[in-house]
């Protein structure tokens, strides 16, 4: 990867954007509950009805395992603490989608050269 290609330097300053942006989600709900689309299974199911979501109710427990739950760090319960949580989340998925893209390309092509 050339790091000195004009497109490859605006991609990142994307990215980090991104990243130092995406507390905004949790910020701009954090006294009115969760944000839409962010409910859990039980709550959406109260909201659709309980026969519209069971495939998703089974699959809930899934998730338990998940490597930062709820995007966060584990006990930063306040506005300030969730936001560092958001970000340290945002880099580890940023961290682990490029992991995988990189693998994925020595699979495909063992020749190819990432320098």
Not at 29 to 54: H, I, M, R, T
Not at 55 to 68: K, V
Not at 80 to 86: E, K, Q, V
Request: glycine share 8%; aromatic share 14%; charged share 15%.
């Amino acid at each position: 990867m050339n790091w000195q290609d004009p497109l490859v330097k605006k991609f990142l300053y994307v990215i980090i954007a991104m990243i130092i942006l995406c507390p905004l989600g949790i910020l701009l709900v954090w006294n009115y509950g969760d944000a839409w689309g962010e409910w859990d299974p039980q709550e959406l199911a109260e909201k659709v009805g309980e026969s519209k979501v069971s495939g998703m109710l089974h699959l809930a427990d899934i998730w338990n395992h998940a490597l930062l739950p709820d995007y966060d760090v584990p006990g930063w319960d306040d506005p300030f603490h969730a936001s560092i949580g958001y970000i340290i989340s945002a880099i580890v998925g940023v961290i682990l989608c490029v992991g995988a893209y990189y693998a994925l390309i020595k699979f495909v092509n063992p020749r190819a050269t990432t320098g």
